[in-house]
């Protein structure tokens, strides 16, 4: 990402915080009129049209005034924005409702979504959280006809999953169980990819056994969370960016379809080791549904346990140094009331 110099660092910082103010292109005098910038106008044109060739703004119209572009954000997210914190007494709003909430872990959720749309002013995202890994528990191997078994399998969370083997040829139930008892001896509270690395060990059936057990749990464990809690997507409809029908339409999708958020989550915060918020500005190449979008990420939970993700998305021009803020704050709020009802 090309330098900027002092001068050009102050005007792409003013340049978008005007913009995202008002959603109109920014000029050069307004600028100089409202800051005191203590040079001409055509000093600070000069510095936009530097901005512009550097590919960081953009004039939507010949005598219009500049706009942040994709790269203008993201420099400034990465380079000027720093860490700016929510102000004393909203962080002991929030706190106090979160307390009131009690251990209930829905209505933690849902205030959540609340909190992150009202403090943004743009739609939220809070998933429920997931244990890390799945562990296996239990295992039953029934008889049923011929060579049909029926396999039960427990999970320590309690989740219990069914699934009908058919057989080479038909085993007795006293074999069956004996197979049982030994990978419950040998895998409890083991995770998939430990039991996949057992499955050379033991006879043909116990090797079937173990491979869909383990591909069980390592599919477990690669799901997002199943409940999402939104709220505000009128904030984000509302916006400018957003009057066309098809830009409305990608943003619903990004927060209604199931498949697409988790893919999203994964990728980004639930399976991936970077710890703290993390910003996607226009998909960053990868998401063509979030082209016009900004969304600010952030993993929540217990370490090595529970997790969960909570996030914002919003047009680019997206108040970025309120809406991190309070994504973190909220992501350690959480996490806070996580690990305390783990510790009960």
């Known amino acids: 990402m090309k330098d900027l110099n002092d001068r050009q660092r102050l005007i792409l910082a003013l340049v978008i915080h005007e913009y995202v103010e008002n959603a109109q292109p920014v000029g050069s005098q307004h600028l100089v009129e409202h800051y005191e910038l203590g040079v001409s106008p055509a000093t600070v044109r000069n510095a936009m ?18 706009a942040p572009t994709e790269e203008g954000y993201r420099y400034f997210v990465r380079q000027l924005m720093g860490q700016t914190d929510l102000p004393a007494n909203t ?12 251990q209930d872990v829905n209505r933690w959720l849902r205030l959540a979504a609340s909190v992150l749309a009202h403090q ?13 890994q799945a562990h296996f528990k239990h295992l039953e191997l029934i008889a049923t006809h011929g060579r049909q078994v029926l396999m ?5 969370e309690g989740q219990v999953r069914q699934q009908m083997l058919t057989l080479a040829e038909p ?21 998939g990819e430990k039991i996949a690395s057992l499955i050379e060990q033991g006879d043909a059936l116990e090797q079937d056994v ?20 939104r709220d505000g997507l009128r904030n984000v409809l509302a916006e400018p960016e957003f009057a066309d029908s098809e830009a409305a339409r990608k943003a619903l999708r990004v927060l209604e379809e199931q498949p697409f958020l988790e893919d999203v989550l994964k990728r980004t915060v639930l399976n991936n080791s970077v710890e703290g918020v993390q910003i996607l500005i226009g998909g960053e190449g990868t998401w063509e549904e979030l082209r016009d979008c900004s969304m600010v990420l952030a993993r929540y939970g217990a370490p090595g346990q529970l997790t969960g993700a909570v996030g914002v998305i919003g047009p680019m021009r997206m108040a970025y140094g309120r ?8 992501s350690g709020l959480l996490s806070d ?4 009802m783990l510790a009960d």
């Open 49 to 66: 049209v530097d901005l512009t060739d550097s590919g960081f703004l953009r004039q939507p119209h010949t005598s219009a005034g500049r």
């Open 91 to 102: 962080r002991r709003t929030i706190t106090h409702q979160f307390y009131q909430a009690g």
């Open 120 to 132: 943004s002013q743009a739609a939220s995202l809070v998933t429920s959280p997931r244990p890390v």
């Open 152 to 156: 039960v399998v427990v999970l320590s």
């Open 171 to 191: 085993v007795p139930q006293e074999q069956l169980s004996a197979t049982a008892d030994r990978i419950n001896q040998r895998c409890v509270e083991m995770g």
């Open 210 to 229: 173990l491979k869909l057990i383990g591909e069980e749990l390592q599919q477990k464990e690669g799901s997002a969370a199943v409940e999402v809690y």
């Open 323 to 330: 809406t991190v803020s309070t994504v973190r704050f909220v």
């Open 337 to 340: 009331l996580v690990i305390e």
